[in-house]
């Protein structure tokens, strides 16, 4: 055993973020994956670093809209039926959520989180050579409708009072920064604070290079179960073998949650799979990432053509993926963008960490220090993964956090 080693379980964005901090201070660090440059949600999102994103997938509007979403077989929300017990504690924490004295607690706490993002994303892409990889070009929100802007305007207010930069424009507006939106769009929200990586994942597989450069370990192993004991930490690894450090951190995404229960932590979690399409040529300029309000999907250009993806679809891990889901996304794109090219797409889908309260777990398990949580980021993993590493190396060196660590707590569950 090597006394000093910390074992990270996870090599997506969070789990590498982790390894950067660490490695940076000089610690001894060891990323155990199953399968360290699989097709993981870190590899195929939107590239979005969606700071202004601070109000939980749960807001008041929502929760009434989802019995509409589960009946339409194509919408922007799908539920295996299969799963649905197994999904019932998820889902009865997630409809509380929206209380607004709720709301507001959330909300405040992923401002805070995100608040910080570039303090800590600019040092993690300078490290790598990836600093030219962020492209500050703002996203553009887009509506079909006066309607449903003026329903969403509470959102854009709350953001305003957490600091958030909202820029409201009318439809020509929208196109003069967009000129290949069609005359569909009525209002949009231009969102200057926002940004995006030029390809997910190159940034994932630049970083794994340069942390085995650094002489970081990449294990291959799935671990099944972690152990503490009064000196150490004990990674439990499938097909009997294991691995000890001094401290593990649990960092497998949407996998975390029989990690954390093998030591009798529970957590609400589940995956919650997006789906995309990347269009190599698409034919069109898209300058910046655009979400399409009302019908709940995104455009992004990245370096590998123009990816296309939404959807929120809950069937457990296991489940095969729909990719109709895909072609979904696609045909509502049409209407919006038209002269799209369609040739030669791409489709993708992954499972986002998804917890009830739309809040990551980070910190330390309240039965030992020795064990960490970085997990459960949902849909701004790309997004706080810098952070999640700066104040996981925090925690390991017992220096004060930036933010509150209270609201992401583990013992919330
Ligand atoms: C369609 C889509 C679009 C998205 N767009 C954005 C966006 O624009 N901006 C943004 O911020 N976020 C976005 N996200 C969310 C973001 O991609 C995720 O939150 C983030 O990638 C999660 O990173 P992770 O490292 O926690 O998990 P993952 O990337 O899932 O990595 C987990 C790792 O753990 C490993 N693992 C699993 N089980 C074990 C085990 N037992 N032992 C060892 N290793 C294990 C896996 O092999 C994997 O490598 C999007 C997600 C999707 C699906």
């Known amino acids: 055993m ?11 964005i969070v789990g590498l973020a982790c ?46 809209k989802v019995p509409g979403w589960l009946l339409d077989p ?31 607690r959330i909300s405040a706490a992923l401002a805070d989180l995100n608040g910080r993002t570039y303090d800590d994303l600019l040092p993690m892409l300078e490290r790598n050579g990836l600093s030219s990889e962020l492209k500050r070009l703002g996203a553009l929100t887009v509506y079909e409708t006066d309607e449903a802007f003026k329903k969403d305007k509470w959102e854009w207010d709350l953001k305003r009072r957490h600091g958030i930069e909202c820029q409201e424009l009318s439809g020509p507006q929208a196109r003069e920064l967009e000129p ?26 630049r970083m794994m290079k340069n942390l085995r ?39 497998a995404g949407a996998w975390s949650k029989p990690l954390a229960a093998s030591i009798g932590d ?79 797409g791409v489709q993708w889908s992954g499972h986002r960490p998804a917890t009830p309260d739309s809040l990551p777990v980070i910190g330390h398990s309240p039965r030992s220090r020795r064990l960490i949580y970085a997990f459960g980021h949902g849909h701004l993993g790309l997004t706080q993964s810098a952070t999640t590493g700066r104040l996981v190396a925090d925690i390991i060196a017992n220096r004060d956090t930036s933010i509150d660590l209270a609201p992401f707590s583990i013992q919330r569950f």
């Open 266 to 344: 529970r957590v609400l979690l589940e995956s919650e799979r997006g789906y995309n399409t990347t269009l190599p040529h698409p034919g069109i300029d898209v300058t910046r990432e655009i979400i399409f309000a009302e019908r709940k999907f995104v455009a992004t250009p990245i370096d590998s053509g123009l990816r296309i993806g939404g959807a929120a679809e809950f069937g457990g891990l296991t489940s095969a993926p729909n990719m109709k889901r895909a072609d979904a996304l696609l045909d509502l794109a049409r209407a919006y963008l038209p002269g799209l090219v369609e040739e030669a």
């Open 2 to 12: 090597s006394e000093d080693r910390i074992i990270i379980v996870g090599a997506g």
């Open 180 to 205: 290949a939106l069609s005359k569909i769009v009525q209002r949009a929200v231009f969102t200057p604070q926002w940004s995006q990586v030029s390809e997910p994942r190159k940034l994932h597989n």
């Open 74 to 104: 194509l919408g922007p929300l799908a539920l295996r039926w299969s799963h649905a017990p197994a999904l019932m504690p998820w889902f009865l924490r997630f409809s509380q959520v929206c209380r607004s004295e709720e709301m507001n």
């Open 19 to 64: 390894a950067d901090f660490l490695a940076a201070e000089s610690h001894n660090v060891c990323v155990i994956d199953p399968d360290h440059e699989g097709d993981k949600a870190s590899y195929g999102n939107a590239a979005g670093i969606a700071v202004t994103e601070c109000i939980p997938a749960s807001s008041p509007g929502v929760f009434w």
């Open 213 to 251: 450069d650094k002489g970081v370990q990449m294990l291959k192993g799935k671990a099944i179960a972690v152990q503490i004991q009064e000196a150490s930490a004990t990674v439990m690894l499938q097909g009997g073998g294991s691995v000890s450090g001094a401290m593990a951190v649990v960092a």
